[in-house]
């Protein structure tokens, strides 16, 4: 048996009717960017969320670049951003000139810690961008009320945590904005590049549409430095589309979640994801913690399952960051992490057969060792 990461062209069979008709409109209308399927999907993106508005854009770095640019964060600001993410959170940062601060994570959720975040905090910092990672929310309501006493606007980066709900509340919904990315493997995909900002402030909403378009307001005039960050009329109907299938596809992500639980939850020296309290976790990304990960892995490549490292290297060490003063031993949990992370196969495609599979191969690979 082969057991992918994730299988999207089984989920493009699952619904290609839908998604071929989509695609066909766009063409026989011709009408081809940020158009009346993109305002569709906006307003059903919205109201999934209770949010005012909802601006759609060409990826979700581009959506974290326009609120900060939006905000006006530029070069001497500072902006938090936790060490263990996907490196575009710490890039939208820094494309506006401004300085990554980064800070490190809980061990358990793998999420930014509010006390670290505190102790960061100084009259530079413009901005603090939690990272609901792997489909967790992070607890930025321990954050909010000391962030908005101070008029720190916080931004939170739900890339991976399309749904995900802490308390209640949609990732999305809890700072000024919340932005999303439709990059094709995400839990909700574009066939192509595709992002979104969530907010209920209407002058930023304003803002953010007139970056998306070359700053442009109204037909001929441009009032600002803005961007072609216009999302594309076929990702807009692909997207529309597939959005009414998202809570059921979450749901089977969460089945196969359990499934990895009752499977490997017994076995000693591996550390399973945490779900936090109150947090309903949409697993982007199934993450395992092992110190033997290079050797589990290899076994898993050797027995036909593919796996992933969400990430191997710290942003905080990276060769773009690691000059402006961070070295190894900085941030000690994220460094850690990112020697024992291992992604399982995840997917809503996966069958029980395939997760079972992966389950019995784990668990020989720890009897053998
Ligand atoms: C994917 C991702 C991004 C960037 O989104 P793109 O659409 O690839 O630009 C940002 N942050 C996180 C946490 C991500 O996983």
């Known amino acids: 048996m082969h057991v992918p990461l994730t299988d999207l062209a089984l989920q493009y069979q699952s619904i290609k009717s839908e998604i071929d008709e989509?695609?066909?409109?766009?063409?026989?209308?011709?009408?081809?960017?940020?158009?009346t399927w993109v305002k569709r999907f906006e307003e059903a993106f919205a109201g999934m969320h209770g949010a005012r508005h909802c601006i759609a854009v060409s990826n979700g770095t581009a959506a974290l670049h326009a609120v900060l640019m939006a905000l006006g964060i530029g070069p001497g600001d500072e902006v938090i951003v936790p060490a263990t993410t996907f490196v575009a959170t710490a890039m939208a940062v820094s494309l506006t000139g401004a300085r990554p601060v980064f800070t490190d994570i809980t061990p358990d959720t793998c999420t930014l810690d509010p006390p670290k975040v505190k102790k960061l905090i100084n009259g530079n910092t413009k901005a603090v961008i939690p990272v609901h990672l792997y489909g967790q929310m992070a607890s930025v309501e321990l954050l909010a009320d000391m962030l908005k006493s101070r008029g720190i606007p916080l931004i939170e980066d739900c890339a991976q945590a399309h749904l995900a709900r802490r308390k209640g509340r949609y990732a999305g919904t809890m700072g000024l904005a919340g932005c999303f990315s439709f990059?094709?493997?995400?839990?909700?995909?574009?066939?192509?590049?595709?992002?979104?900002?969530?907010?209920?402030?209407d002058t930023l909403a304003d803002e953010l549409r007139s970056i998306r378009t070359y700053g442009s307001a109204g037909k001929f005039l441009i009032e600002r430095i803005g961007h072609n960050y216009r999302l594309s009329e076929i990702q807009g109907s692909i997207l529309e589309k597939k959005l009414p299938h998202l809570t059921r596809w979450t749901d089977r992500r969460r089945e196969i979640a359990d499934l990895y639980r009752n499977g490997l939850g017994d076995i000693d020296g591996l550390r399973l994801p945490v779900i936090a309290d109150e947090n309903e976790h949409v697993f982007h990304l199934y993450v395992i913690q092992t110190p033997m990960r290079d050797e589990l892995m290899n076994f898993?490549?050797?027995?036909?399952?593919?796996?992933?490292?969400?990430?191997?290297?710290?942003c905080h060490l990276q060769p773009v960051y690691k000059k402006p003063g961070y070295t190894a031993g900085d941030l000690p949990v994220s460094e850690r992490?990112?020697?024992?992370?291992?992604?399982?196969?995840?997917?809503?495609s996966h069958s029980n057969h395939?997760?079972?599979?992966?389950?019995?191969?784990?668990r020989q690979f720890f009897i053998d060792s």
């Open 22 to 35: 989509g695609i066909r409109r766009v063409f026989e209308a011709a009408d081809f960017t940020n158009s």
């Open 183 to 201: 990059y094709p493997v995400k839990n909700l995909g574009a066939f192509g590049e595709g992002g979104a900002i969530l907010t209920d402030d």
């Open 300 to 314: 898993l490549t050797a027995h036909k399952i593919q796996t992933g490292l969400h990430y191997p290297v710290p």
């Open 337 to 348: 992490h990112a020697k024992e992370c291992l992604s399982l196969p995840m997917s809503e």
């Open 354 to 362: 395939q997760i079972q599979y992966v389950i019995r191969q784990i």
